[in-house]
């Protein structure tokens, strides 16, 4: 069966409305201190990567691969870069923990969301920090970069109409 093309309609409508999402469209929202989904306004750049773990089932006689076979859904990365603000670096604004924080910490939960329509377009939930790097040049803004692992990627597709992921059936679904 071939695949259905979704319907290409802007979700909002309104003259102007275009299809393509660009950069200046994708807002991201991180945890505050207190795990509230905040505006992040200082990120330029956020980029996303998940995939699958598989296995090449080899037989005696055969010189290639029977079938590839998927084992597992890999945690999903989430890198988010931009410039530093003075009282908003990362401990602030993504939430990376202190060390004194670090036996109590809980995961995060990151939204990237289009600001034309309003629609969510990438929930990661189950995220924790894994790095945070500054970088501090003569004659350029200082860059900040924070990156996080997670556990699950839904996109549009896979989320309600508030933003929350589902299993596709319209039901909550883990974690």
């Not at 290409?8 to 207190?34: C, E, F, H, I, M």
């Not at 990661?124 to 004659?139: I, R």
Request: glycine share 12%.
């Amino acid at each position: 069966m071939a695949a259905q093309l979704p319907n290409l309609k802007p979700t909002n409508g309104g003259p102007g409305q275009t299809y393509t999402v660009t950069g200046g469209r994708a807002q991201l929202y991180l945890p505050d201190q207190s795990g509230n989904l905040v505006l992040a306004g200082v990120f330029d750049t956020v980029s996303r990567g998940k995939g699958l773990s598989t296995e090449a089932i080899h037989t005696l006689g055969q010189y290639s691969a029977r079938e590839i076979t998927i084992t597992a859904y890999n945690e999903v990365t989430i890198n988010c870069s931009g410039f530093r603000v003075v009282g908003a670096g990362t401990t602030v604004l993504g939430n990376f923990p202190t060390l004194a924080e670090l036996l109590n910490y809980q995961s995060v939960v990151i939204k990237v969301v289009d600001r034309q329509t309003g629609d969510t377009l990438l929930v990661v939930t189950g995220c924790v920090p894994t790095s945070d790097n500054e970088n501090y040049s003569a004659k350029a803004t200082t860059k900040t970069s924070i990156s996080y692992t997670g556990i699950a990627a839904f996109d549009e597709s896979t989320t309600d109409s508030s933003g929350n992921p589902t299993d596709g059936e319209g039901t909550p679904s883990w974690p």
